[in-house]
């Protein structure tokens, strides 16, 4: 009797194990973010013509394996600012614009999971990116971007996706000071809400509403600095992630710099922020482990990291998929449009006159009929050999799809615009031994300030004026324009069309407004042209016209003192340029 007693009682004991055991489940997930591709899809570099590492096809490559593993519970997700960079967007979104968007072709092969809006996107115009969207398989997200008419979200704010009875929600959202770089016609009909207000209204709906097991924010902007427009600041996902309660993991993007750490909210809890730069170089991986039992959910464990994508392969079919659009984009950037009798190079630009900035410059007064012209160099080390001249180099010339602007200066706002510029641009020397540029060493891999304490596309100079900038004086004071490069006198009272790329001429950089003292809602005002197409178009279509151009140098302006600025130039170019 006993003995029947011990196993009634065994095998009880052994049922209630099993059935506990059967009522806990542990679940695995892979979240991958790619953010600011710039167009980064194949292993070719169509500006340079030559490889590129990196790139989606080889994200492909790492995303399938990760697939391999884990099936469905692999999400891909990305961060905006995919629709502008490389030649391959151009070329969808302005010459067979007809045609599905590359970038929708990419994404959709990819079986990308959601995309956030970024604010190259929303530069591409209406046109561009309303096509786009509707060319999606997945939801293109933007929470805080705002149809004026409905006063609700023009773009889905969440999606919510479902892996192995889990339950994800993606909020998207852009950098709100949009406003600040594009022009209204480009978003017309939109409002950007405050990101940290967005997310407070979405976090507890798709909690509390949704019951999302998991929460994760994709937002295009970065970590935090940045511009600030009424309030609404560029870079606020740290804020975000300090301030609501509710995410899991924030990915974000824009500043095109790597971050990944822990960041405690309001209310103690660790929030994991992942930012994989730009270029498809890297990408963000989070790793999720979530125990449930009895169908509740008792623990989360979540790790991530920075991936360099280079060391992986490139996945030859997609490459072998997309062969016909790559061979029609070479054909493209291959077209000859001219000759140049002298090679240029933006490392001039840093130091003085260069034939590379002064070639544009003297193109935008040309094509403007301006009387001065505000130009800055958008890349560190690119060059136009001598020789001809192709649709590639173009996009080294002039890298962004600008419009071309002519706004209304009076003569001392020019010079307020240029004090400001070179104040982020040069150093205030005390010695001869001192630096002439402001330089600074911890952002030498920053993919935007590239060795520079400021951004270097903030960096205008003038032509249509003869001025020196002195160095040893005070910010401010270092700028003397002795008078217009035609022999006439400059005069501070007096108005002049001056014509500048449509980032400038919105405000961007806040050179006209910190600068030259022109209120933001003051600048429209004095914009008297803005061309239809961008400022690439009108370059490509004067080299044609001219057939042979000689760049060259203007002289029209120079650091001094020389016998200190000459000598530092030289140090601080071997700094920069020399490895």
């Not at 062969?323 to 449009?337: A, L, P, T």
């Not at 080390?381 to 590639?392: F, P, R, Y």
């Not at 032509?463 to 002195?470: C, H, L, Q, R, S």
Request: glycine share 8%; net charge negative.
């Amino acid at each position: 009797m006993k003995k029947k007693i011990l196993a009634l009682g065994i095998a009880l004991l052994s049922l209630t194990t099993t059935t506990t055991m059967a009522q806990t489940k542990t679940i695995n997930l892979r979240i991958i973010e790619t953010s600011d591709v710039h167009g980064c899809f194949f292993p070719y570099n169509f500006v340079e013509r030559k490889p590129l590492q990196g790139t989606l096809v080889c994200v492909n490559t790492y995303v399938n394996k990760l697939r391999h593993q884990y099936g469905d519970n692999v999400l891909l997700i990305d961060n905006g600012d995919i629709l502008q960079g490389q030649p391959t967007c151009y070329w969808t979104n302005y010459v067979a614009k007809d045609e599905e968007n590359i970038a929708a072709k990419v994404i959709n092969y990819m079986k990308y999971d959601a995309e956030t809006i970024g604010n190259h996107d929303v530069e591409t115009g209406h046109a561009v990116y309303d096509k786009w969207a509707k060319e999606l398989n997945c939801p293109l997200l933007g929470a805080n971007v705002i149809d004026k008419k409905t006063g609700k979200p023009y773009l889905k704010p969440y999606t919510l996706l479902v892996r192995d009875g889990v339950k994800i929600a993606i909020i998207g959202m852009l950098t709100p000071t949009i406003p600040c770089w594009l022009n209204e016609s480009l978003y017309a009909g939109l409002d950007f809400q405050d990101m940290v207000a967005c997310a407070k209204k979405w976090v507890p709906y798709v909690r509390e509403v949704e019951k999302a097991d998991i929460v994760i924010g994709l937002f295009h902007s970065g970590k935090d600095g940045g511009l600030v427009l009424n309030g609404l600041e560029e870079d606020a996902s740290a804020r975000v992630a300090k301030e609501v309660p509710g995410f899991d993991i924030i990915f974000y993007g824009h500043d095109h710099t790597v971050h990944n750490e822990w960041i405690t909210n309001n209310a103690g809890q660790k929030v994991l922020t992942l930012d994989p730069s730009c270029n498809a170089i890297n990408v963000a991986d989070a790793q999720i482990t979530l125990t449930y039992q009895n169908g509740k959910l008792t623990h989360k464990n979540i790790k991530g990291d920075i991936v360099d994508i280079r060391r992986e392969p490139e996945d030859l079919q997609m490459t072998a998929y997309f062969q016909s659009d790559i061979d029609c984009i070479k054909q493209y950037v291959e077209r000859r449009i001219g000759r140049f009798e002298n090679g240029v190079t933006t490392r001039d630009c840093f130091f003085g006159n260069s034939a590379f900035t002064d070639f544009i410059h003297s193109l935008q007064l040309k094509i403007s009929g301006a009387d001065i012209s505000f130009n800055a160099p958008l890349a560190l080390d690119s060059k136009i050999d001598a020789g001809d001249i192709t649709v590639a180099d173009m996009f080294k010339l002039y890298r962004f799809e600008n419009q071309l602007y002519v706004l209304n200066m009076t003569g001392r706002e020019i010079r307020g615009h240029l004090e400001e510029s070179y104040s982020r641009w040069v150093n205030t020397m005390k010695t001869a031994d001192d630096h002439l540029l402001l330089l600074n060493e911890n952002t030498k891999g920053d993919q935007q300030r590239l060795g520079f304490l400021n951004y270097s596309f903030n960096f205008d100079s003038a032509a249509g004026i003869d001025y020196t900038v002195d160095v040893t004086k005070p910010n401010g004071q270092k700028v003397s324009i002795t008078k217009l490069s035609n022999g006439e006198p400059f005069k501070e009272d007096k108005t002049y069309k001056v014509v500048m790329n449509s980032y400038r001429g919105n405000g961007g950089g806040d050179l006209l407004i910190k600068g030259a003292g022109i209120h933001k809602e003051q600048i429209n005002e004095r914009i008297i042209y803005q061309s239809p197409l961008d400022l690439r178009h009108y370059l490509m279509e004067e080299i044609e016209r001219q057939g042979t151009v000689s760049p060259k140098a203007g002289n029209n302006w120079k650091f001094v003192p020389e016998e200190w600025t000459i000598p530092a130039a030289k140090r601080d170019r071997k700094l920069l340029f020399e490895k």
